[in-house]
């Protein structure tokens, strides 16, 4: 069920509106089906429905006039809460809305129960599959009710009735997600051809930026050059930054002027403290992708045995990863890589608070990453294996996010997964058709390893042996032994890190295997900045940014 609430100055034109059935579209036998005191006047079910409106208008702003005349009746004294449920539950009687109604006041404050100078109230159902409570906010005892975060009580409250009535239970949130864009922002959106809004593009702006950037300079600096931008940098008289804020060129006001948006309202932690915070939480790397690798796979770990203050850490720090991963990859995987990237946005923050200096490690080989070509890139097991770990990684985030009942991120990361999976197919098949390039392993060679993983993988053996992919672990695993290494130390080597959650184990060990023989390769020279955008570095255009 979901609760929507607001609230007016008049009680007579609510009422009006709630048993109209001329002009409003899809109100039907407007009634009462409950009311502070159970006698309330019930246009619906009157002969003189237009009589008996007025007089409860009346009876309900009572106390609203003996408030006036003392001067304490509040200037919107109209509470209006609207009640509907999932299009998959039952039809509900008029008995069970009229205590879903008495639930509501409730657990708001509008009418506690046991109250005798509780606000007064009515519930409305026009349709079949909601409620409309209207109260006014004043009580019995002159005084004005106190119903602060009523939108999260009431929340709280059909939770336990979607349970008590069996009805179907909504996703709910916890206050951390970015704001929505607004009907009037999808309309402006639309008229200009673009499938997301100026408030959406400059999200993803902001967040590849801080997932490029090594400090508050150059993600200033990258905005600044990431084409279609506008950036208005606040400072403190001392000149310090105090604040940002970014404009997309074109998105302009009644009067031609550009629609600027703060960092906070893009998104919680794209506010200039959170991004100071965690540019600051960053550590140096020499050998970026596969410490970035090692950093990924030890995210499970530490979901599943760290506090949640480090494990919020590390999921934020995988998000700025999937937030870099359009800049690293080719591009026939960029879009499913933003797909991903703006789903897991989502789930990398909840009301746990991040303690960052967890995740430096990842922060740094990712932004490192970015400025440094990947070693033995040509065959493609680099990104296939970084982008099968990001899957582990991501699945373990499912897991903490469930087991903390956050459940808009679960819904989130399940989104994430979804592209992701499909990426890490598509990059898998390259790099497949390179492994088994080396030489198809012969059938002695395979029954040789198979013995190998039955000894040293007993429980994931017949996933490994029974997968299209099994050859080509052989044939990394008989390369490995053409090296003079020992396939059973090889294959325990890389089964210690994490492979429960592995789709297909075979493909992964294989990555692990050749990713293992390479030698690290630190860059001589260090780019200034990576590009924000692939193909051709963005061109400034001119000066765009207001100091």
Known sequence: MIAKINSGKSTAGLIRYLFDTEKAKGHTDPHLVGSWDGFAPDPGRADDSDAVRKLLVADL????????RLGRAPEKHVWHCSVRAAESDRILTDEEWADIARRVVHATGIAPEGDADGCRWVAVRHAPDHIHIA????????????????????????????????????????????KRPTRAEQEKAK?????????????????T???????????????EHTKGVL??????????????????????????????????????????????????????????????????????????????????????????????????????YREEFRRAAAAFERASRSRVQAENHHAARLRGAVRA?????????????????????????????????????????????????????VAADQAAVT?????????????????????????????????????????ALAVTLARAGTRGLDPVDVLRAVAQR??????????????????????AQTPSTTPSAPRLTPGPAPVSGGPRTRH
């Open 61 to 68: 702003d009572l106390h609203v006039k003996q408030a006036g």
């Open 135 to 178: 109260a006014t906010t004043v009580r019995a005892d002159l005084r004005t009710a106190r119903h602060w975060n009523d939108y999260l009580t009431a929340d709280r409250e059909l939770a336990a009735v979607e349970k008590h009535y069996g009805l179907h239970q909504v996703v709910r949130g916890d206050r951390t997600a970015a």
């Open 191 to 207: 008229r200009a051809g673009s499938k997301t809004t100026a408030r959406e593009r400059l999200r993803a702006a902001a967040r």
């Open 209 to 223: 930026a801080v997932a490029a950037a090594t400090s508050t300079e150059e993600f200033l600096t990258l905005l």
């Open 231 to 332: 950036v208005d940098v606040k400072r403190f008289p001392s000149g310090d930054v105090r604040g940002y804020t970014l404009a997309l060129e074109g998105d302009t006001n009644s009067g031609a002027e550009p629609i600027w948006y703060s960092g906070s309202k893009l998104s919680p932690d794209l506010s200039w403290p959170r991004v100071s915070e965690r540019l600051t939480a960053t550590a140096a790397t020499a050998a970026p992708w596969q410490d970035a690798i090692t950093a990924i796979e030890s995210i499970p770990h530490a979901l599943a045995h760290d506090g949640a203050p480090a494990a919020q850490a590390h999921i934020a720090a995988l998000g700025e990863s999937l937030d870099a991963l359009p800049l690293l990859a080719p591009a026939s």
């Open 369 to 421: 990453m970015l400025r440094t070509p990947p070693p033995n890139s040509s065959d493609g097991t680099l990104l296939a294996l970084l982008l099968d770990t990001i899957v582990l990684a991501t699945a373990a985030t499912l897991r903490w996010h469930d087991l903390h009942q956050h459940d808009q991120q679960v819904t989130a990361t399940r989104d994430a997964l979804t592209h992701l999976h």
């Open 431 to 471: 790099a497949l058709a390179t492994v088994k390039r080396a030489g198809p392993s012969s059938p002695v060679v395979r029954l040789r390893y198979e013995h190998v993983v039955r000894v040293v993988l007993p429980e994931h053996a017949d996933r490994i042996l029974n997968a299209a992919d099994w050859e």
């Open 498 to 519: 994490p492979l429960d959650d592995a789709r297909y184990p075979a493909r992964l060990l294989a990555w692990r295997i050749q990713q293992s023989t390479y030698t």
